[in-house]
């Protein structure tokens, strides 16, 4: 059993987390910018500011654990591709590393993104295609990768980063690809849509969640892409969605207009998750689509549309 410290525990990837951590027999503290409720079920509960140094520090001295999963950033929808916020994060990340190797921590695993690839390759794999972000976003998660394998190239930490690339599943924000449009047609309104012609690799959240604490829990040091594999056209998976709704009807492709610079195809290379870890998906995409139906018809009290 290892004592791990678990940042943005509240957030969409890291409550899934928690209960696989804790189902491998860890003892989690989970922390949180957010009020928090009580511990239970092996995970204990911290209200850390991880911007303030101090109150940082206070934890790492305090707790001292061994293993350190880092989920916490900026992830508001609307904005967070090219916020200024996420500068802010890559100074706080470091504070956080920094002080987790000087009071005892051994494994620091990063929550990265597939936006670290230059897009225009279309098929992105470790260490072959190129690390040339588009957004601000993408950028500061490469900047703060670089201080982690820094860090690891001297011998203060052991370290490793994955790559996340489409999520979606319960829980999502509301106006993400997949939410918006289940919750559109759930209110039998119609859901607008680009073209739909990109290709996007699509992964469950649960399976993103098991592909970070299985790299966690491995001795694999470097990048490694949290991905499914499989491409699949933005189109198809809204039209999947309407059609497990009965409502294909209320789809209006070209709706919304698609950037004009945007990559026709981003897909990650999923191999290095399936050969270095024990990780395997839990959900075809049929699967996670309809998990994710049920939870906003649940939520929102709708029924399928018959």
């Known amino acids: 059993m290892k004592k791990i410290l678990l940042t943005g525990a509240d957030g969409f990837i890291g409550r899934r987390c928690i209960p696989r951590l804790v189902a491998l027999g860890h003892e989690v503290h989970a922390v949180s910018s957010n009020p928090v409720g009580s511990d239970d079920d092996g995970v204990v509960w911290h209200r850390v500011n991880l911007f303030d140094s101090r109150e940082t520090e206070s934890l790492l001295k305090a707790e001292r654990p061994q293993s350190l999963l880092h989920l916490a950033w900026y992830t508001k929808h609307e904005d ?37 690839y230059e897009w225009r390759q279309g098929y992105c794999i470790e260490d072959l295609t190129p690390a040339k972000p588009g957004t601000l976003y993408g950028s500061c998660k490469l900047a703060f990768k670089s201080v982690l394998d820094g860090m690891g190239l001297s011998g203060d930490l052991r370290t490793a980063w994955g790559r996340v ?10 106006n993400r690809l997949v939410a918006s449009v289940i919750r559109s047609i759930l209110q039998g309104n119609p859901a607008c849509c680009s073209h739909g012609n990109q290709i996007r690799d699509y992964l469950h959240v649960d399976d993103v969640a098991q592909g970070l ?5 491995s001795d694999f040091e470097g990048a490694m892409n949290i991905s499914s594999g499989f491409p699949v056209a933005v189109k198809d998976v809204v039209y999947r969605i ?3 709704l009965n409502r294909p009807d209320l789809i209006e492709l070209g709706a919304l207009e698609a950037p004009d610079n945007e990559a026709p195809v981003v897909v990650g290379d999923n191999q290095r998750l399936r050969e270095q870890t024990d990780w395997s998906p839990k959900f075809t995409l049929d699967a996670g689509l309809q998990d994710t139906i049920s939870w906003w018809q649940d939520k929102m009290g709708s029924v399928v549309y018959e």
Not at 80 to 103: G, H, I, M, Q
Not at 213 to 217: E, F, N, R, V
């Open 80 to 116: 967070f591709w090219n916020s200024r916020e996420n500068l802010k994060w890559v100074e706080a990340s470091t504070a956080l590393a920094r002080a987790f190797a000087d009071n005892g921590g051994e494994r620091f695993v990063g929550c990265g993104t597939g936006g670290e």
């Open 165 to 174: 690339f489409f999520l979606y599943g319960p829980n999502e924000s509301p």
């Open 213 to 217: 604490t299985c790299l966690l829990d």
């Open 242 to 244: 309407a059609g497990m």
